[in-house]
Nanobody, 121 residues
Framework: QVQLVESGGGLVQAGGSLRLSCAASTPTFSAGAMGWFRQAPGKEREFVGTISWSGSSTYYANSVKGRFTISRDNGKNTVLLQMNSLKPEDTAVYYC??????????????WGQGTQVTVSS
């Protein structure tokens, strides 16, 4: 069983940056790949990006590519989502998840509770 807790969300102006953190209750290398997803009000959950268990591979949604960066520190059981050049359309609840290296949410077995990111124009 892996428990995930996100933090770092908040309110930021367009063009600003935020860094989200996902802390795992177990060694993150054993949690497998780690993904980030988001869900805006009235919309379906959307894939943001994922990182392999070793950290050597990452993959991002086109909507965030070049602006967001995922990294992991397995020694600290933490995965980070650095978000730069934020846009109002990035406003959503952001979730981290542990599972298989995939863009599909059903391939992740464990999920955090989410953290709200709001980008004002």
């Amino acid at each position: 069983q892996v428990q995930l807790v996100e933090s770092g969300g908040g309110l930021v102006q367009a063009g600003g940056s935020l860094r989200l953190s996902c802390a795992a209750s177990t060694p993150t290398f054993s949690a497998g790949a780690m993904g980030w997803f988001r869900q805006a009000p009235g919309k379906e959950r959307e894939f943001v990006g994922t990182i392999s268990w070793s950290g050597s591979s990452t993959y991002y949604a086109n909507s965030v590519k070049g602006r967001f960066t995922i990294s992991r520190d397995n020694g600290k059981n933490t995965v980070l989502l650095q978000m730069n050049s934020l846009k109002p359309e990035d406003t959503a609840v952001y979730y981290c998840a542990a599972g298989t290296y995939s863009i599909r949410g059903e391939h992740y077995a464990y999920w955090g509770q989410g953290t709200q990111v709001t980008v004002s124009s």
